[in-house]
């Protein structure tokens, strides 16, 4: 898929000025783009997207085409690191081969966010973007899905009692999920 294309369209909706830049993994066996946006539609925070996860085949699939998957996270604009955790995300991803919304990746943030309550992230579908949509590429679909960071007891939450669940708790509970060091919805 062409990343030019896959970074205007998450533009579209993300908003800002965007830098891209490459990550790779510890013995650079992987790589992958990681587009930041300061000053986006959310004017204090900093929004971060993966371009070129979507070439991860996660064997799924919505009407009748491969669906495949980019990630995003945002945080406070002195939120430093994120793009890194983002990006480590984006490899555990490409060893799994799966994504969707409930999966979680455990201690994603825990290297990059001293004494962080919140060290690891599970996927949903992006809540923050009112005009998002999954983008058709003709022959698959590229969904976005978003980072939200949580705590120990969260993960176990989720594992229990599914990740439906988990959002009416958050909603009920009124968690600000941008808060990296909140006290657990559980």
């Known amino acids: 898929m062409n990343k030019k294309s896959i970074a205007n369209y998450a533009l579209s909706f993300i908003g800002g000025k965007p830098k891209v830049f490459e990550y790779h ?10 587009m930041t946006s300061i000053n986006s539609r959310y004017s204090d925070s900093i929004v971060v997207s993966t371009i070129g996860l979507c070439d991860t085949d996660i064997s799924l699939n919505i009407d009748d085409k491969p669906l495949r998957v980019e990630l995003i996270s945002i945080a406070d604009s002195d939120f430093e690191n994120l793009e890194n955790a983002v990006a480590e995300a984006a490899f555990y991803i490409m060893d799994e081969k799966s994504a969707y919304p409930g999966f979680i990746i455990e201690n994603v943030y825990k290297n990059y966010i001293e004494d962080a309550t919140t060290k690891h992230a ?10 998002y949509k999954s983008m058709d590429c003709g022959d698959c679909v590229v969904a976005w899905l978003y980072l939200l960071p949580v705590t120990d007891n969260e993960v176990e ?4 009692n ?3 669940e988990f959002e009416n708790l958050m909603d009920q509970k009124g968690i600000d999920t941008l808060d990296f060091g909140r006290d657990s919805a559980v």
């Open 25 to 34: 993994n510890g013995d650079k066996s992987k790589s992958i783009d990681i």
């Open 122 to 131: 599970v996927l949903l579908t992006p809540p923050y973007w009112d005009d």
């Open 157 to 160: 939450y989720i594992i229990n």
């Open 162 to 164: 599914g990740i439906i």
